[in-house]
Nanobody, 122 residues
């Protein structure tokens, strides 16, 4: 089992910044990818950004140039630096990890954090 603990959400004015963190713990051999999804009221959950342990990153078009994802592989932690926030970024942000438990297994399992609220006021 893998546990994901998120932190860093909150209330910010439009144009401001927030940094989200997510630390994974438990039976982990590797995590690929690790990243963030978000879900606004009445909308489907959508990918915000993710990153591989090799450093490749992927962003939603709506956040490119404003958000930056990074990973500390030694700490099994992923960060999301969010700049120039807009009211439409308001959502619950969920950490996501696709984790492999051991060297002996090639099975990857999806894990989710509990979510952290990000609210951007206009």
């Amino acid at each position: 089992q893998v546990q994901l603990v998120e932190s860093g959400g909150g209330l910010v004015q439009a144009g401001g910044s927030l940094r989200l963190s997510c630390a994974a713990s438990g039976s982990i051999f590797s995590i690929n990818p690790m990243g963030w999804y978000r879900q606004a009221p009445g909308k489907q959950r959508e990918l915000v950004a993710d990153a591989t342990d090799g450093g490749s990153t992927n962003y939603a078009d709506s956040v490119k140039g404003r958000f930056t994802i990074s990973r500390d592989n030694a700490k099994n932690t992923v960060y999301l630096q969010m700049n120039s926030l807009k009211p439409e970024d308001t959502a619950v942000y969920y950490c996501y990890a696709k984790a492999r438990a051991s060297r002996r297994s090639n099975v990857y399992t999806n894990y989710w954090g509990q979510g952290t609220q990000v609210t951007v006021s206009s």
